[in-house]
């Protein structure tokens, strides 16, 4: 899941980088997605904290195994 | 003198542009924009081609699979959120299998309004250029049909070999999976037309399924498949440009 975050802000930043070539009609464009892409990573990383947070609270839990995915 | 078109007919947009009495047409995607791009410079030199449609293009090469990928995460996880207390797994795939016939004839709207709409560009700048039809000509019908039919039997005689590559190579598709990929590139395929921006139906569509597979886990994806598939993206745009340039270089030394 940690992988997904990053993937996800990678190809924020990729897109990102694409505003500069952008003709001036389509840099709405290549910022709405780019905007999505960071939404996507910030939820991802929401979900990861709360999953480490309640295997953390559950002993008989493989938090470890989840961090992993 | 830039004249403009825009293609009244077509939900893609081309831009012709004379340029030492020749039109070009910009203002489409990848391999066949290369080519063509190819053939201008090696007959003119660099400066007929026209920055702001490569960028639109340069662009949307590589926000076309990004969208497509966007979506298909968003419409999978809406459908599995809307039906994850159903147990009838039987009956849930017959449902999707025919929202797949749907999806699918979506997606093939939307590629015949926006990709094969480069087909007929190309004729049609021809056409223009060899002074044949006056600048401000629609397409004729003869050039609609041909395209149509090269594309359909294209189809028909296409190996089963890229069929496996997206359906059961990346990602393990599912019919679930599969109506969620066509409807996000369907989706992206239309708003592109509407929008007149070219882009590939081929880069949208693997985007998608590689989303409908990262929905599941990263590794539901083989990346090193996902990976050569985006090579060989890279690579047909300098190969179309080189082969144009070549073959352009050949007919003018023959003519």
């Given at each position: 899941m940690r992988h997904?975050?990053?993937?996800?802000?990678?190809?924020?930043?990729?897109?990102?980088?694409?505003?500069?070539?952008?003709v001036p009609e389509h840099?709405?464009?290549?910022v709405a997605v780019a905007a999505v892409y960071c939404v996507f990573a910030v939820l991802t990383a929401l979900d990861y904290a709360s999953r480490v947070r309640r295997?953390?609270?559950?002993?008989?839990?493989?938090?470890?195994?989840?961090?992993q995915v | 003198?830039?004249?403009?078109?825009?293609?009244?007919?077509?939900?893609?947009?081309?831009?012709?542009?004379?340029?030492?009495?020749?039109?070009?047409?910009?203002?489409?995607?990848?391999?066949?924009?290369?080519a063509e791009c190819g053939?201008?410079?090696?007959?003119?030199?660099?400066?007929?081609?026209?920055s702001s449609g490569l960028r639109k293009i340069g662009v949307f090469i590589v926000l076309s699979p990004l969208i497509g990928l966007a979506l298909a995460m968003v419409f999978m996880i809406v459908v599995l959120w809307t039906f994850h207390r159903v147990n009838q797994v039987d009956r849930l795939n017959?449902?999707?299998?025919?929202?797949?016939?749907?999806?699918?004839?979506?997606?093939?709207?939307?590629?015949?309004?926006?990709?094969?709409?480069?087909?007929?560009?190309?004729?049609?700048?021809?056409?223009?250029?060899?002074?044949?039809?006056?600048?401000?000509?629609?397409v004729p019908l003869w050039v609609v049909l041909a395209a149509h039919t090269a594309i359909a039997l294209g189809t028909l005689s296409g190996g089963w070999r890229i069929v496996k590559t997206l359906g059961s190579r990346i990602t393990r598709l599912q019919p679930v999976g599969g109506m969620a990929a066509e409807t996000a590139a369907a989706v992206t395929l239309f708003a592109a037309s509407a929008s007149g921006i070219p882009v590939s139906t081929t880069h949208t569509i693997s985007g998608a399924i590689v989303g409908v597979g990262t929905v599941h886990r990263m590794s539901a994806v083989r990346w090193s498949v996902a990976a050569r598939v985006l090579w060989a993206w890279i690579l047909t745009i300098p190969g179309a440009f080189l082969v144009a340039a070549v073959c352009s270089l050949l007919v003018q030394a023959v003519t």
């Open positions: 997904r975050v990053g993937c996800f802000l990678f190809a924020a930043v990729a897109v990102a980088a694409l505003w500069p070539v952008a840099r709405r464009i290549v295997d953390s609270q559950s002993p008989s839990s493989s938090a470890n195994n989840d961090a | 003198m830039p004249m403009g078109r825009t293609g009244a007919d077509s939900p893609t947009r081309f831009r012709l542009v004379p340029t030492n009495d020749h039109f070009f047409v910009l203002f489409r995607s990848a391999a066949a924009n290369a053939g201008a410079v090696a007959r003119f030199g660099p400066d007929v081609l026209i017959r449902l999707f299998r025919r929202g797949q016939l749907l999806s699918a004839a979506a997606f093939s709207l939307g590629h015949g309004g926006n990709d094969a709409q480069k087909t007929m560009g190309v004729i049609l700048a021809v056409l223009i250029g060899s002074g044949r039809l006056p600048a401000v000509a629609d």
